[in-house]
């Protein structure tokens, strides 16, 4: 069964800090790892990752994946409280299907 | 605003009861994928159409169906509703279906009393 397995499932930090988001993943077929942001409603995109080692970068986002150890970390710098949110991995499969993980719900204090 | 349309925004009914939801993807987009959000499930994928016809399913309940029309606006419908079908229903749109990013509607907020 495809998985994808984030971590930690939440995290509470102050602001200015660095965070860095976990996603793993065992999957049949992958052809890319996505990003997005969930605040109050509609998850919005943040990166699309389809290959090893190269950094995405947008602002104090980036976000890098490593295809032979099956895994992507998101990174937030100088943290501001509007980066509250669930952070969602997903994997888009050939096949059409794209499998989401659970989401690390992040909090920053002001 | 991600240019995805969901209507209703809440909607509550009875267990035993059927609904329907409706999505209007983004202009020139052809895919439209709905999703179930619960808080012990995460996002779950539930079905994919690509101009008019059905592309993936994934775990859809035989209760739910789905179905996208020529203008390219989809429906989802729930029938003989549980309590445990309540959650948050999102429809996504993407241009071709295949490989890119998905943008989101705000979703439909179901509860079954």
């Known amino acids: 069964e495809d998985k994808v397995v984030q971590s930690p499932l939440s995290l509470v930090v102050h602001e200015g800090d660095t965070v860095t988001l976990n996603c793993s993943y065992e999957v049949t077929n992958f052809r890319s790892l996505l990003w997005y942001k969930q605040e109050k409603k509609a998850p919005t995109f943040l990166f699309m990752l389809?290959?090893?080692?190269i950094e995405k970068k947008s602002g104090r986002l980036s976000s890098i994946l490593d295809k032979k150890e099956l895994f992507s970390i998101l990174n937030i710098t100088a943290t501001q409280t509007g980066d509250s949110a669930i952070y969602l991995c997903?994997?888009?499969?050939?096949?059409?299907?794209?499998?989401f993980g659970a989401g690390t719900i992040l909090r920053v204090k002001s | 605003d991600s240019g995805v349309t969901q209507t209703p925004k809440h909607l509550i009914t009875a267990t035993g009861q059927r609904v329907t939801l409706r999505c209007s993807p983004r202009s020139g987009d052809l895919s439209v994928y709905w999703y179930q959000q619960s808080l012990d499930q995460g996002l779950q994928f539930l079905i994919q159409y690509y101009n008019g016809e059905e592309r993936a399913k994934g775990n859809i309940l035989e209760r739910f169906s789905a179905q996208q029309f020529p203008d390219l606006h989809s429906e989802l419908n729930l029938s003989s509703l549980e309590l445990g079908d309540s959650a948050l229903y999102f429809c996504?749109?993407?241009?071709?279906?295949?490989?890119?990013?998905?943008?989101f509607g705000s979703g439909t907020q179901l509860s079954v009393l």
């Open positions: 996504a749109s993407s241009v071709s279906g295949g490989g890119e990013k998905l943008f």
């Open positions: 997903a994997v888009d499969l050939y096949g059409n299907k794209l499998v």
């Open positions: 389809t290959s090893s080692g």
